[in-house]
């Protein structure tokens, strides 16, 4: 539900009707010996009912500080929300007491964490750790959650789901487990499903399964999924709509046909060009020299112009925002690939 305030809406796509979450402004800060460094800066972005928004880019872009601090699971003594809000089902989450944000953890919003193996609870079978969110958010009672679990592993096609459930987290493969936390992400019908890299630990046949039931799961059952990923091949698999992220900013969004028709970042243009040589298995693949920096390292101007080979002067003057470029498209590049209209009118 849209909140009472009259927002400016600031969407990958817009929609007539409000989305089902709404992130603005969001910055987010570390304590470091140093003060504070921001590691997040000014995201916004939206997700329909129903839909999945990619948010793709390289380590230490931002995307997964982004994904925990949707739900404030990044410890305060560690990092704060320095500015914005998370707008979901007309409540800022931003706001709420730890005791309200922990109703809506797993109940409603329901997160898939990178590596099941540290995710998962080495000392506990996986029918008791899948049994719990259900009671603590269902009330259900032990038998009637045990059904349910059954029912649940059957569902992420985990074979004899009865034996599994006594078994511990040790004794099943990698995709077996991250099947177990994605039975365990649904336990509860949560409207938004966080997805952060689920498929980085496994090998590239079980990363094809494990798209493909989060793909059926999502069309079955209606879920909104946030898909956190380096790879813009998975993103084209599975996503709607797509946000780049650079150095802890969004610097692109759009519709996932649009990027692959036409990238405005240089950036997601590297990005794409790399998944073109990687699919042609053929002579040099290309590559975007440099790394990401630091958050305390960043160069003035847009973050990505010393590995940019489109870079001017005009690129090192401030931070370029994410601004329109065409009907659905944002792009922060002052020299957009494929739009000199942009250029002529900055």
Same mark, same amino acid.
């Given at each position: 539900?849209?909140?009472?305030?009259?927002?400016?809406?600031?969407?990958?796509?817009?929609?007539?009707?409000?989305?089902?979450?709404?992130?603005?402004?969001?910055?987010?800060?570390?304590?470091?010996?140093?003060?504070?460094?921001?590691?997040?800066?000014?995201?916004?972005?939206?997700?329909? #009912?129903?839909?999945?928004?990619?948010?793709?880019?390289?380590?230490?872009?931002?995307?997964?500080?982004?994904?925990?601090?949707?739900?404030?699971?990044?410890?305060?003594?560690?990092?704060?929300?320095?500015?914005?809000?998370?707008?979901?089902?007309?409540?800022?989450?931003?706001?709420?007491?730890?005791?309200?944000?922990?109703?809506?953890?797993?109940?409603?919003?329901?997160?898939?964490?990178?590596?099941?193996?540290?995710?998962?609870?080495?000392?506990?079978?996986?029918? #008791?750790?899948?049994?719990?969110?259900?009671?603590?958010?269902?009330?259900?009672?032990?038998?009637? #959650?045990?059904?349910?679990?059954?029912?649940?592993?059957?569902?992420?096609?985990?074979?004899?789901?009865?034996?599994?459930?006594?078994?511990?987290?040790?004794?099943?493969?990698?995709?077996?487990?991250?099947?177990?936390?994605?039975?365990?992400?649904?336990?509860?019908?949560?409207?938004?499903?966080?997805?952060?890299?689920?498929?980085?630990?496994?090998?590239?046949?079980?990363?094809?399964?494990?798209?493909?039931?989060?793909?059926?799961?999502?069309?079955?059952?209606?879920?909104?999924?946030?898909?956190?990923?380096?790879?813009?091949?998975?993103?084209?698999?599975?996503?709607?709509?797509?946000?780049?992220?650079?150095?802890?900013?969004?610097?692109?969004?759009?519709?996932?046909?649009?990027?692959?028709?036409?990238?405005?970042?240089?950036?997601?243009?590297?990005?794409?060009?790399?998944?073109?040589?990687?699919?042609?298995?053929?002579?040099?693949?290309?590559?975007?020299?440099?790394?990401?920096?630091?958050?305390?390292?960043?160069?003035?101007?847009?973050?990505?112009?010393?590995?940019?080979?489109?870079?001017?002067?005009?690129?090192?003057?401030?931070?370029?925002?994410?601004?329109?470029?065409?009907?659905?498209?944002?792009?922060?590049?002052?020299?957009?690939?494929?739009?000199?209209?942009?250029?002529?009118?900055?």
């Amino acid at each position: 539900m849209t909140p009472a305030t009259d927002h400016e809406l600031s969407p990958v796509l817009r929609k007539q009707d409000a989305p089902l979450l709404r992130v603005e402004n969001l910055s987010v800060a570390f304590h470091t010996r140093n003060g504070l460094v921001r590691a997040i800066e000014e995201v916004s972005f939206e997700v329909p #009912a129903g839909k999945v928004l990619g948010i793709v880019g390289e380590s230490g872009s931002g995307k997964s500080v982004t994904a925990l601090s949707l739900l404030r699971l990044i410890p305060s003594e560690i990092a704060e929300i320095s500015s914005g809000s998370v707008w979901f089902g007309g409540r800022d989450l931003t706001r709420l007491s730890e005791r309200e944000l922990r109703r809506i953890r797993g109940r409603e919003i329901a997160m898939i964490f990178q590596e099941p193996m540290t995710s998962l609870n080495p000392i506990a079978s996986v029918g #008791a750790q899948l049994r719990e969110p259900m009671q603590l958010h269902l009330g259900m009672k032990a038998a009637e #959650a045990s059904r349910r679990v059954e029912e649940l592993l059957d569902l992420v096609g985990i074979p004899q789901p009865r034996k599994r459930m006594t078994q511990y987290p040790h004794e099943l493969s990698g995709g077996m487990r991250q099947r177990v936390m994605i039975a365990m992400a649904l336990s509860c019908e949560p409207k938004l499903l966080i997805a952060d890299e689920p498929t980085t630990a496994l090998d590239v046949t079980t990363q094809a399964q494990i798209l493909d039931l989060l793909r059926s799961l999502q069309s079955r059952l209606g879920l909104s999924i946030i898909l956190i990923t380096h790879d813009l091949g998975v993103v084209a698999q599975f996503a709607d709509n797509v946000q780049v992220m650079y150095a802890g900013r969004a610097i692109e969004q759009a519709a996932v046909a649009e990027i692959f028709r036409q990238p405005a970042h240089p950036y997601t243009e590297g990005l794409l060009k790399i998944v073109a040589d990687l699919e042609a298995e053929c002579g040099r693949l290309s590559s975007i020299e440099g790394t990401v920096p630091a958050p305390h390292e960043l160069p003035p101007g847009c973050a990505f112009a010393p590995r940019c080979p489109r870079s001017d002067t005009a690129c090192t003057a401030s931070p370029p925002p994410l601004s329109p470029i065409s009907p659905g498209r944002r792009c922060a590049c002052v020299r957009p690939v494929g739009f000199p209209q942009f250029r002529a009118s900055a």
